[in-house]
């Protein structure tokens, strides 16, 4: 049975119209998915800028006592130290808080940041004269705060970026990085106390050889004053890296004046394990809006043709 000629023309409407809303409906959800495309892209950005430690660098240390240290300090008097470790962007202010939840979540001016800051453990003392002062730091992608202490999982890179400096008590002095270690969040042996003791030095040395990855063991003794840097590792949520130095009165010369591209650099960048922070990186994002854009356009395209399409049919 043939459909008369108006019902058929009003059906046509009907689906066109309902077309044209679902193009709509589709091109709006586009164009939302295009802005919080656009929107973490920038909050990416943004994370990254307030970790990078080029925004702290106006006030590294220098050899005339640091003035602009004291600025800082004079910003925020939770500032005590300053940590560099050649050849890796480790190269920050050190802070310490009332309690461990201060800086987790705050940057070395006192202000609201996602990265944090690299802070003391509030059980120690900011003149650094426990055997093992322990240090937290975000584990962030791009090598920001602790990200670079991944890079010492390579044998190779361990043995060629031993040393560091670290300015404290108006003094600066020469680190040496002598152990990684791998643990787990809820292992107290390695979040210990101060030591004090021989024997709970003893203790923490022993510790730490039952969980070193690369451990140089002969050159640590009792009588050393260690850093304990501490921060989330690639696995489980609870896994987290350990990279021990200890302050020496000798300061070693940088041989790494600038962070270069190494291979573990790049084999680190290029690795898809999961990572505390890890965002998605910039060019994904640009090449995501580019997409969406296209989309819309096509799209538009799309709802203009059917436009000119019913209108034609109209004819």
Same mark, same amino acid.
């Given at each position: 049975?043939?459909?008369?000629?108006?019902?058929?023309?009003?059906?046509?409407? @009907?689906?066109?119209?309902?077309?044209?809303?679902?193009?709509?409906?589709?091109?709006?959800?586009?164009? =939302?998915?295009?802005?919080?495309?656009?929107?973490?892209?920038?909050?990416?950005?943004?994370?990254?800028?307030?970790?990078?430690?080029?925004?702290?660098?106006?006030?590294?240390?220098?050899?005339?006592?640091?003035?602009?240290?004291?600025?800082?300090?004079?910003?925020?008097?939770?500032?005590?130290?300053?940590?560099?470790?050649?050849?890796?962007?480790?190269?920050?202010?050190?802070?310490? &808080?009332?309690?461990?939840?201060?800086?987790?979540?705050?940057?070395?001016? &006192?202000?609201?940041?996602?990265?944090?800051?690299?802070?003391?453990?509030?059980?120690?003392?900011?003149?650094?004269?426990?055997?093992?002062?322990?240090?937290?730091?975000?584990?962030?992608?791009?090598?920001?705060?602790?990200? !670079? =202490?991944?890079? *010492?999982?390579?044998?190779?890179?361990? !043995?060629?970026?031993?040393?560091?400096?670290?300015?404290?008590?108006?003094?600066?002095?020469?680190?040496?990085?002598?152990?990684?270690?791998?643990?787990?969040?809820?292992?107290?042996?390695?979040?210990?106390?101060?030591?004090?003791?021989?024997?709970?030095?003893?203790?923490?040395?022993?510790?730490?050889?039952?969980?070193?990855?690369?451990?140089?063991?002969?050159? @640590?003794?009792?009588?050393?004053?260690?850093?304990?840097?501490?921060?989330?590792?690639?696995?489980?949520?609870?896994?987290?890296?350990?990279? =021990?130095?200890?302050?020496?009165?000798? @300061?070693?010369?940088?041989? *790494?004046?600038?962070?270069?591209?190494?291979?573990?650099?790049?084999?680190?960048?290029?690795?898809?394990?999961?990572?505390?922070?890890?965002?998605?990186?910039?060019?994904?994002?640009?090449?995501?809006?580019?997409?969406?854009?296209?989309?819309?356009?096509?799209?538009? @395209?799309?709802?203009?043709? &059917?436009?000119?399409?019913?209108?034609?049919?109209?004819?």
């Amino acid at each position: 049975m043939k459909i008369p000629e108006n019902i058929e023309k009003n059906a046509t409407k @009907i689906v066109l119209f309902i077309n044209r809303i679902l193009e709509l409906v589709f091109m709006l959800v586009i164009v =939302i998915a295009l802005l919080v495309a656009a929107y973490a892209l920038w909050d990416s950005k943004t994370i990254y800028t307030n970790a990078s430690p080029e925004k702290y660098e106006v006030y590294r240390p220098t050899a005339n006592h640091s003035v602009s240290f004291q600025e800082l300090q004079n910003i925020n008097s939770d500032v005590f130290a300053w940590l560099t470790i050649y050849g890796t962007n480790i190269d920050y202010p050190l802070v310490v &808080g009332e309690d461990n939840a201060k800086y987790l979540n705050r940057d070395p001016m &006192g202000e609201y940041s996602l990265s944090g800051s690299i802070f003391l453990d509030y059980r120690f003392s900011k003149d650094l004269v426990a055997f093992n002062n322990l240090f937290y730091g975000h584990h962030m992608a791009e090598g920001m705060m602790f990200g !670079d =202490i991944d890079l *010492y999982e390579s044998k190779g890179f361990f !043995d060629s970026h031993r040393y560091g400096t670290i300015y404290y008590n108006g003094e600066k002095k020469g680190i040496e990085i002598v152990a990684l270690l791998h643990g787990d969040a809820a292992d107290k042996s390695l979040f210990a106390p101060p030591a004090e003791t021989e024997s709970a030095k003893q203790d923490y040395l022993a510790a730490m050889q039952e969980h070193a990855v690369y451990i140089r063991d002969k050159d @640590i003794t009792l009588d050393d004053t260690l850093l304990v840097l501490s921060t989330c590792a690639t696995g489980d949520r609870t896994d987290r890296h350990f990279l =021990i130095a200890k302050i020496s009165d000798r @300061i070693e010369k940088n041989m *790494y004046p600038k962070v270069t591209n190494t291979k573990e650099h790049t084999d680190r960048e290029n690795s898809t394990a999961n990572q505390e922070f890890h965002q998605v990186g910039f060019g994904i994002w640009i090449a995501l809006c580019v997409v969406i854009a296209l989309l819309v356009v096509n799209i538009f @395209i799309r709802i203009r043709w &059917g436009k000119n399409h019913e209108s034609f049919c109209k004819k």
